[in-house]
């Protein structure tokens, strides 16, 4: 009996020791949550640059006061800072919200995932066989016509006009997307619709994420959507617009005008007056 109990607490620890090894730490499941969507260690860029050996590339302290606020540091004009936002296209990167150690913990855990530096191939497109249909359907998903699967928000309920910005820095919210796939590509795009991870976004699909299907469709759709909404951006107003509008307003007030003059110099009960003093005569 004592010699079955050792043997099966023998391997009962070695069980819980794989389980424990296989089982993601806290800081990798803060990585994955707060930076993974944007960035990789050692497989090339997705949104963000990647950050294989980042550690080595930047001051420590550099590193912590970036992922606390990339936009202060921005525009207090450091140089390296407004380097990278320049060439990310401008792309604001969100505030993470955590405090100070959990970022010393992710950039040590950066640290330790790093490898020799690679050479990463471009993400495969999932849309390259797309088809007529697939444009439809992504449309009709983002504007609401075909319910998502899963019951979440249509993109169009907060994303409300395909014109010209992409983030606002304030929000953090994703608005006008037309230059979506020009600032993020694919793979940026694709990420975003899979693991929503704006504080809005997120809440909104939190249990009701999008299936395999309709980010494919949705990504057919903001992919073709971008050269005619930009090209109507830059359209401006029809010729004469303005003036027609001013015109015509300059009527109604003449109109107005000249219906309150009528009425001005006479009370509420003038009508009344006048049957009156006809009766007497």
Not at 23 to 40: M, N, Q, R, V
Not at 229 to 245: E, K, N, R
Request: neutral net charge; aromatic residues 8%.
């Amino acid at each position: 009996m004592g010699k079955s109990f050792f043997i099966l607490a023998f391997f009962s620890l070695i069980l819980a020791g794989q389980v424990s090894a296989q089982a993601p730490s806290e800081t990798e499941a803060l990585f994955k949550l707060k930076c993974s969507i944007c960035h990789t260690i050692g497989k090339g860029k997705l949104i963000g640059p990647d950050l294989n050996n980042v550690h080595q590339r930047r001051p420590e302290d550099w590193l912590l006061n970036f992922v606390r606020s990339s936009q202060k540091m921005i525009q207090s004009g450091d140089a390296t800072a407004v380097a990278l936002f320049e060439e990310h296209n401008k792309v604001v990167m969100p505030d993470p919200l955590i405090s100070d150690a959990e970022i010393t913990s992710i950039l040590s855990y950066i640290g330790e995932n790093s490898g020799a530096a690679v050479s990463a191939g471009p993400v495969a497109s999932i849309i390259g066989d797309a088809t007529p249909e697939d444009l439809e359907n992504g449309q009709n998903l983002f504007e609401g016509r075909v319910r998502l699967t899963n019951g979440g928000p249509a993109c169009i309920s907060c994303h409300n006009d395909l014109s010209t910005a992409f983030f606002s820095e304030n929000s953090y919210s994703v608005k006008d997307i037309s230059q979506s796939f020009t600032n993020l590509g694919e793979a940026g795009v694709r990420a975003i619709l899979e693991n929503p991870p704006f504080p809005v976004m997120k809440q909104a699909f939190e249990g009701k994420l999008l299936e395999q299907q309709e980010v494919h469709d949705l990504l057919v759709f903001l992919k073709n959507s971008t050269p005619k909404s930009t090209a109507q951006a830059q359209t401006g107003l029809p010729s004469g617009f303005l003036l027609y509008g001013v015109m015509g307003a300059g009527a109604l007030v003449l109109l107005i005008s000249g219906f309150w003059y009528s009425r001005k110099n006479r009370s509420v009960n003038h009508g009344i007056y006048k049957r009156q003093i006809k009766s007497f005569n």
